[in-house]
T-cell receptor, first 111, second 113 residues
C-alpha cells in the first residue's frame, strides 16, 4: 500500500516565477492538507482540500492556491515567488478529521 | 486559537536511559494531540495520538505519551532510548472543530551511544 507521494523532490526557481507541486494521497484517503516548513521551524498550515473544495485556509497570501482532482490528488501553486518561499512543502492525507499522514515533501529553493 | 509549545530545542540522553520530550498546548475545548518524528531530509512520520480515553497513549517503536489535562501537557516518553531514536520530534494539536494541525517548533533528540 503506497503512502503519500509528492513530486518533485527538489526544485529550484528564481524570484517572480511560478511553481506547481503535486501530491497523491494514501490509498483510500480523500482529504489533502498542505503545510510549509521553513528551515528550523515546525510546519505551518497552508490549506486543506476535500471533495475538490478548499475547506480551510491558513494565514498565507493569495499567491498560494491549490486544486484537488476527482481522484483526490492535489496540486499546490505558488505565484510570484519570493525568497521567503524557500521551504519544505509537505502534503498530508487523511479521512476528514482523522490522523494526517505526511509525504516526504518537496524542497523548494528560490534564488 | 490553538497553540503548542515545546520548551526544549535540544534533548540529549544516553542510550538505554529513559527519555522525555516535553509539550504543552492551548486550545478551546477538547484537544486532539499528536506526536510526529522527522528524520533528516524526510517528511513527518506519525508516532501516536490522543483523542479521548486513557491518559497514557502507546504508539510506534516503543514510544508512549501521557496526557495531563490539568497541566495541559502531552509529554512523549520512552523507557529505554536507542541511538536510532535520534531525530526531530514535533508535537501537534487540533481543536475538536478545527481541520488544521498546529505544530510546535520541534525538539532535536540526540541519543548518545
Amino acid at each position: 500500500d503506497a503512502g503519500v507521494t509528492q513530486s518533485p523532490t527538489h526544485l529550484i526557481k528564481t524570484r517572480g516565477q511560478q511553481v506547481t507541486l503535486r501530491c497523491s494521497p494514501k490509498s483510500g484517503h480523500d482529504t489533502v492538507s498542505w503545510y510549509q516548513q521553513a528551515l528550523g521551524q515546525g510546519p505551518q498550515f497552508i490549506f486543506q482540500y476535500y471533495e475538490e473544495e478548499e475547506r480551510q485556509r491558513g494565514n498565507f497570501p493569495d499567491r498560494f492556491s491549490g486544486h484537488q482532482f476527482p481522484n483526490y490528488s492535489s496540486e499546490l501553486n505558488v505565484n510570484a515567488l519570493l525568497l521567503g518561499d524557500s521551504a519544505l512543502y509537505l502534503c498530508a492525507s487523511s479521512f476528514p478529521e482523522e490522523t494526517q499522514y505526511f509525504g516526504p515533501g518537496t524542497r523548494l529553493l528560490v534564488l | 486559537a490553538q497553540s503548542v509549545a515545546q520548551p526544549e530545542d535540544q534533548v540529549n540522553v544516553a542510550e538505554g536511559n529513559p527519555l522525555t520530550v516535553k509539550c504543552t498546548y492551548s486550545v478551546s475545548g477538547n484537544p486532539y494531540l499528536f506526536w510526529y518524528v522527522q528524520y533528516p531530509n524526510r517528511g513527518l512520520q506519525f508516532l501516536l495520538k490522543y483523542i479521548t480515553g486513557d491518559n497514557l497513549v502507546k504508539g510506534s517503536y516503543g514510544f508512549e505519551a501521557e496526557f495531563n489535562k490539568s497541566q495541559t501537557s502531552f509529554h512523549l516518553k520512552k523507557p529505554s532510548a536507542l541511538v536510532s531514536d535520534s531525530a526531530l520530534y514535533f508535537c501537534a494539536v487540533r481543536e475538536e472543530a478545527a481541520r488544521q494541525l498546529t505544530f510546535g517548533s520541534g525538539t532535536q533528540l540526540t541519543v548518545l551511544p
